[in-house]
């Protein structure tokens, strides 16, 4: 498939990825720290993307970080950077080498000055990697198995572990005090909650220790004395020693595509970061909206970070990104100028090896003259072989990043 | 339910309906007619809305309409209007009524001057309604059932129906020559595709004698001689007398939602006048919008027309009005001063006795307070008693007019 469309969104699609590495995030982040006076600099990344965040870290500051840890998932680190230990850690469960590790850090981030600074690097998988329980290991497994087994939903379970944490619900950036913690927390998450992004170590806790007694009440659940006692301790509602910036989300995933098509001749208009509606809905709402800008003079980039849902109904082979581009096939055919590509961030869309993929108005009827039913194959979560077929598919191999999915829709006048 | 979103609603839709009124759409249409110079004019009136867009054609030209017809659906007459004479036919399918009153308005328009203008009035059931076939109406039958058994689709079938016509595929304008035609056709259908409302009478045929023959040819189909010669015998492709508006659509349904919109303070955009995924999906669709834009300075109106799916899995009782404003009531829970609604234009919405429905950031907890899930009644279909607990409905009663659905999303700053 070749034409200026698709060649705009490789365009975009390169801009938007390059933004949401961990290297480029961390990068753009640290433009805002000051490493200047002088006290030490004291490094801790934790999270799958730690590695490649420390190493870009590192590659900025240099010699001016003091020391450093890294807390990893096993066989996510990599080389040994200078003044940095590397540690590896349980995932999605914390185990003994979390806990270890952890300590470390702690003990690294005790005893700093009011001139020390922190760097602590956040990315995804934080909560589980990165934990130092006030009760033993097994016991709060066994406090986790209860809330679980009584049906308590996800914040009524990180209520409760907060309390029982030392490094949670910002109870981390306590421990650095009186030291500065400047946060960059690389967000996997919708919305960028920033309380749930590694269990927030660095950020105050919006809920009380009321609700958690509350919530061991409703469900009745079996705590020790200990527990009990922690669970009234109230944890941090203020960190007047934080300074966070969220970096390389789909938020920012969006803001390159747009800077991306605005460079291109487009107007941009970035219509949603935290799309989750059903994938080949998605793409028949976008052509509904590509339908309606045909007369328009102006070229547009409609653009949307998130990430759809495909619900499997069929045994075909396919992803979320390309049952979006499949559907709006169907709903833009004919349209001039007009293509809807999407792509996972992480470069991979459901089992399949490419990383999304690209339809246009032509593509409906190439489909057809390949003796393909478009609908039947997307009944049938078949969208993979239809998109190759007609050469649509996007192929960027592993990014390195994974930061939601980027839509977009493209006419061009 | 009070507050300045529902007022605003309120205002919106009122100002939408009116816009999609009959009476009003031919009153702008006439705008544009110039019913001066020494000619007659004959008005003809075709359809379900034919009494109601006479009714106002009457009403605004008066003495200067020489004569005219009203071609309408059995019931849906009114009042003797001076000069029309007032004809009821059969629908969905034509029946001997339909084949006299089109013969009535074919011989009013023959034998007219250059100098004479036909004011068209075309609505939607004028396919059944205005018909006077080229061959019987038994073989005609016939030719429609051999083509619906064969599984053709509803080109194919207009391509054949429209050769065996004297008023379809532009064959009425034709009729009209030398005298001038102006079309005011109140759409519809979603893209407003004239020649297929009511047939097109005055619109220009793009099918050819050729893909007619082709048809034949594929489904075997058993003609007569006389009906395969009509097959060959060519439509008009350009009709140099015609003039057409098209008014009342859902296109004007948006413009005017979006007009009152902006009165209200609000930036508005109409997003698409062809919606047309499913329900429940464009609610989180627009809940995901919703959510991008709680940070802005601006009051947003997002505005959207079409006709959603709702895909019935449970025995509940709604609409895919209801649905959209029940599914972006999860996706905007806690947002505040947000607000989604959608009617249907005609003041029903599904099987039920509301138009649609309203849902605001508060709707969620509302509805947990009445101890409702709000996803299992989705799941089942019964979004109406759901929104019935929270005063979320929208009644309008009948309103006289059908132009598809209006769904806004409104955030106000």
Not at 92 to 121: C, S
Request: include cysteine.
């Amino acid at each position: 498939m070749a034409g200026s469309l698709w060649e705009d969104a490789r365009t975009i699609i390169g801009a938007a990825l390059k933004a949401a590495q961990p290297h480029e995030a961390v990068r753009k982040a640290l433009a805002d720290f000051d490493a200047g006076g002088g006290g030490r600099v004291i490094l801790a990344a934790i999270g799958k993307a730690a590695y490649a965040m420390a190493e870009a870290a590192v590659g900025i500051l240099g010699s001016r970080i003091s020391r450093g840890i890294i807390i990893t998932k096993y066989g996510h680190g990599g080389e040994a950077l200078p003044g940095i230990v590397l540690r590896e850690s349980g995932h999605p469960m914390p185990d003994e080498n979390t806990i270890r590790a952890t300590e470390e850090a702690l003990a690294m981030v005790r005893g700093l000055a009011p001139q020390d600074k922190v760097l602590l690097l956040v990315s995804g998988g934080g909560s589980s990697l990165f934990e130092s329980p006030r009760v033993p290991l097994p016991e709060l497994r066994d406090i986790t198995r209860q809330l679980l087994e009584s049906g308590a939903d996800i914040v009524e379970l990180n209520t409760l572990r907060k309390r029982l944490s030392n490094v949670k619900g910002g109870r981390f950036a306590l421990a650095c005090q009186p030291a500065r913690v400047f946060a960059v927390v690389l967000s996997d998450i919708i919305g960028d909650p920033l309380d749930m992004i590694a269990s927030g170590p660095a950020y105050p806790d919006s809920s009380t220790s009321r609700q958690a007694m509350d919530i061991a009440r409703k469900y009745e659940l079996k705590l020790s004395d200990k527990a009990l006692k922690l669970l009234s301790e109230e944890t941090p509602k203020e960190l007047g020693n934080v300074e966070t910036r969220v970096t390389g989300s789909v938020t920012q995933l969006c803001a390159a595509a747009s800077k991306a098509a605005e460079s291109l001749g487009y107007a941009p208009q970035v219509l949603t970061s935290s799309l989750d509606c059903v994938a080949r809905e998605a793409g028949a709402f976008l052509a509904a909206i590509a339908r309606e800008h045909q007369e328009g003079l102006l070229s547009r980039a409609f653009i949307l970070g998130g990430e759809t849902v495909v619900k499997v109904t069929g045994r075909g082979m396919g992803g979320r990104n390309q049952e979006i581009a499949l559907a709006a096939a169907s709903g833009i055919r004919g349209l001039k100028d007009t293509a809807v590509f999407s792509v996972g961030s992480d470069g991979t869309d459901g089992p399949t090896d490419a990383a999304g993929a690209y339809c246009d108005g032509e593509s409906a009827d190439r489909l057809i003259s390949q003796g393909i039913d478009l609908q039947e194959f997307l009944n049938d979560n078949n969208a993979y072989p239809a998109l190759k077929a007609i050469g649509g598919l996007i192929m960027t191999g592993p990014t390195g990043t994974n930061v939601n999915d980027l839509t977009v829709l493209l006419i061009r006048r």
